[in-house]
T-cell receptor
Framework: DAGVIQSPRHEVTEMGQEVTLRCKPI?????LFWYRQTMMRGLELLIY????????DSGMPEDRFSAKMPNASFSTLKIQPSEPRDSAVYFC??????????????FGPGTRLTVL | DQQVKQNSPSLSVQEGRISILNCDYT??????FLWYKKYPAEGPTFLIS?????DKNEDGRFTVFLNKSAKHLSLHIVPSQPGDSAVYFC????????????????FGKGTLLTVNP
């Protein structure tokens, strides 16, 4: 399998612009997670989906952030309008938990976002 | 309030010696704990896990110890190798292993391990 695919890998934009990050989970995984990594806050969960339905979005920082999962193989995280403090690395992860000790989440390579 | 804490931002050890990375948690409902390793410009990758019914899990050079009463876990790497140099994240869940439906992970901020040749 190709693993979790994220695009773009790097994004540089100006304050006020709309940013869309994309994720393709591992085929067959029914959970999808969006994380943000910053120096100050570490790796924090923004939102996660189960079978394309948002389950917990309590980590989404503001209404400027939105996420969708229109089908099992694609998800987007949108920031509109973007601000410099949104600069971070955004990770997508997927999993197919079965209650076993080997369960884990598989992470994509991340999108490094810089908002000027 | 951080529920998973890695109080050492960095650790430096000599090749061949033991590396010990520590993690503390505050939520007594956590029942599944994982360690992830992250190289620069890559996503975190799973390393090893432990459920709350155990106090030790081993996988090759990596051993995770869990002390529930102290709400503390540690990752031991023996012997340490230069290729182990990376950021290590501790993570926890309060419903995964027990068969619940909460597969949300809470991560610590990470510890940068440097193994010197």
């Amino acid at each position: 399998d190709a693993g979790v695919i994220q695009s773009p890998r790097h994004e540089v934009t100006e304050m006020g612009q709309e940013v869309t990050l994309r994720c393709k989970p591992i085929s067959g995984h029914d959970y999808l997670f969006w994380y943000r990594q910053t120096m100050m806050r570490g790796l924090e969960l923004l939102i996660y989906f189960n079978n394309n339905v948002p389950i917990d979005d309590s980590g989404m920082p503001e209404d400027r952030f939105s996420a969708k999962m229109p089908n099992a193989s694609f998800s987007t995280l949108k920031i509109q309008p973007s601000e410099p403090r949104d600069s971070a690395v955004y990770f997508c992860a997927s999993s197919n938990p079965t209650g076993q000790i080997t369960d884990t989440q598989y992470f994509g390579p991340g999108t490094r976002l810089t908002v000027l | 309030d951080q529920q998973v804490k890695q109080n050492s931002p960095s650790l430096s050890v000599q090749e061949g010696r033991i590396s010990i990375l520590n993690c503390d948690y505050t939520n007594s409902m956590f029942d599944y704990f994982l360690w992830y390793k992250k190289y620069p410009a890559e996503g975190p990758t799973f390393l090893i896990s432990i459920s709350s019914i155990k106090d030790k899990n081993e996988d090759g050079r990596f051993t995770v110890f869990l002390n529930k009463s102290a709400k503390h876990l540690s990752l031991h790497i023996v012997p340490s190798q230069p290729g182990d140099s990376a950021v290590y994240f501790c993570a926890a869940s309060d419903g995964w292993y027990s068969g619940g439906s909460n597969y949300k992970l809470t991560f610590g901020k990470g510890t940068l391990l440097t193994v010197n040749p």
